[in-house]
């Protein structure tokens, strides 16, 4: 792997220095080392270690793939980045080493992941032109990968199915494993005209590698065209389907993003899209991954960005030679008929330390703020981060939260890069929030997590500043 990075090893030098030097990088958060990173992959804890692996295009800021990145904590938060472990280099791949995710056994990692292959020419790439593999590649240190085996091929997915076939989530249950795949199938309206159905494959196995198809799941009542990286787990009881919906017409307080992603029950009779609710009401979450650590708490960690939004929603860093970050890790609990989703808990054992006002304001140029309001309860509550002309303010008033970079001219604000406005709500009403700020990320708990906002912002150091009014219960802490 280190020898496929030979040639360009003076490019990423000077490429890693740019930015090194980027006041936009986070502290907490994993990003990329240099260049281009979308969803997290292959999320696990090993012997300890937790490991994220990452879609990953280290050369080309604007994406592209051929790589997962990995990095390792021992606590979540402070990550230690290596080489990138797959790359583009069987046939089954040659496109892209597509989404997938980790298995641990007998003090063994299994890597699943989708290699791509889109062949050149005029194809459509939904029909024609792509071959979407499912491969396994194992590891006994988390950093160097056995030989690639393919499991499963086109030839082994339903007929009714487009080419778009990926992202395993492969675990194990009642001594059998179990692998899930996002899909897309081939569908048409009344009039006759293409309407496509987003969906999912399970598939089952007895050793990992031989594996067959057990449901093919397409709900009756299209949701979407595609479904990409699904993910089944029990929390408290109750099985859970995570999934990104491409295609949900967006509503005025729903769906606002361009892709979904949520979660919902997987229970006898009831399908997927009638429990839906979404993981995350700001404008950059796409593509979560769980995993569970070995003291049994259910981790999530996405991806802080959104595909195919480039033209509208514009990453300030990319001028410094990288684009995208990781959401803080949050832990998953249910109860109230619901999933909570709030920071790990490691995130509190940080020495945080009181902040002081300067000038009547708070100013957080370089450090990372915890801002903690306890007693909302319903009335009307602002934040703002930045100054009067360009900032992002958050407001709580009744069950409704409300994220908006516009300044006092009532334009958009410079930071937010193109982002506007996004709301939320909650059962009754607004009791507490949670605001964590790194860098150039800013995720808002509300309720305990009840619902989460997740966006990106750009403010220069000297434009880092912080209001917090009509508050009481308020603790503000900085590291
Ligand atoms: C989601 C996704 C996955 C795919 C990966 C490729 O963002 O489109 O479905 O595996 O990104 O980078």
Redesign the pocket.
């Known amino acids: 792997m280190e020898n496929g990075f030979q040639k360009e090893r003076e490019q990423l030098k000077k490429m890693k220095r740019t930015v090194e030097s980027c006041p936009f990088r986070t502290r907490y958060h994993i990003m990329p080392p240099v260049g281009w990173l979308?969803?997290p992959n292959g999320l696990c804890q090993f012997r300890g270690v937790y490991h994220a692996y990452f879609?990953y295009s280290p050369l080309n800021v604007h994406?592209g793939?051929g790589f997962w990145g990995h990095c390792m904590s021992r606590d979540l938060l402070h990550w230690e980045y290596k080489e990138p472990v797959l790359t583009t280099d069987i046939p089954e791949d040659e496109s892209?080493v597509?989404?997938?995710s980790a298995l641990i056994e007998n003090d063994r990692m299994y890597l699943f992941y989708?290699g791509?292959v889109k062949k050149p020419g005029d194809y459509d790439y939904i029909d024609a032109g792509r071959i979407s593999t499912q491969i396994l590649t194992e590891s006994e240190d988390g950093q160097h990968m056995s030989e690639k085996v393919k499991l499963l091929g086109m030839e082994d997915y339903p007929e009714d199915m487009t080419q778009h076939i990926?992202?395993p989530k492969v675990w194990k249950e009642n001594g059998r494993y179990f692998m899930v795949l996002?899909a897309r199938r081939r569908d048409w309206d009344s009039r006759g005209n293409r309407s496509d159905k987003g969906g999912m494959l399970l598939y089952t196995s007895g050793d990992k590698r031989k594996w067959s198809l057990y449901q093919e799941y397409v709900p009756e009542k299209p949701f979407g065209y595609m479904w990409?990286?699904p993910d089944i787990f029990c929390l408290g009881g109750r099985k859970i389907l995570s999934f990104?919906p491409q295609g949900l017409p967006s509503e005025a307080e729903k769906y606002q993003n361009i892709y979904q992603s949520g979660y919902s029950f997987l229970e006898d009779g009831q399908s997927p899209e009638e429990s839906f609710h979404e993981w995350d009401m700001g404008f950059d979450f796409?593509?979560p991954q769980t995993f569970e650590t070995e003291d049994k708490r259910r981790i999530l960690i996405g991806?802080a960005g959104m595909?195919d939004t480039e033209k509208i929603h514009r990453n300030l860093s990319v001028k410094n030679g990288w684009q995208h970050c990781l959401t803080i890790p949050t832990e998953l609990t249910f109860h109230d008929g619901r999933i909570f989703r709030m920071p790990v808990r490691e995130l509190e054992d940080l020495p945080w330390a009181k902040m002081k006002k300067e000038n009547g304001r708070y100013h957080w140029a370089d450090r990372t703020v915890r801002l903690q309001i306890k007693e909302i309860n319903g009335n009307r509550q602002t934040i703002r981060l930045g100054n009067e002309k360009n900032g992002l303010t958050i407001l709580a008033d009744g069950d409704r939260v409300e994220l908006s970079f516009s300044g006092n001219s009532g334009n958009l604000s410079r930071c937010g890069g193109g982002r506007g406005r996004r709301t939320g709500r909650v059962e009754g009403m607004v009791r507490e929030m949670l605001v964590i700020i790194d860098s150039s990320i800013v995720e808002v708990f509300v309720n305990s997590g009840e619902t989460v906002f997740t966006t990106r912002i750009y403010l220069e150091k000297e434009e880092r500043e912080l209001d917090v009014s009509g508050c009481s219960g308020c603790e503000i802490v900085a590291i």
Do not use: K, L, V
Request: aromatic fraction near 14%; hydrophobic fraction near 10%; proline fraction near 5%.
């Open positions: 979308n969803d879609q994406g793939g892209g597509y989404s997938g989708t791509n990926r992202d996002g990409e990286c990104c796409y593509a991806w595909p």
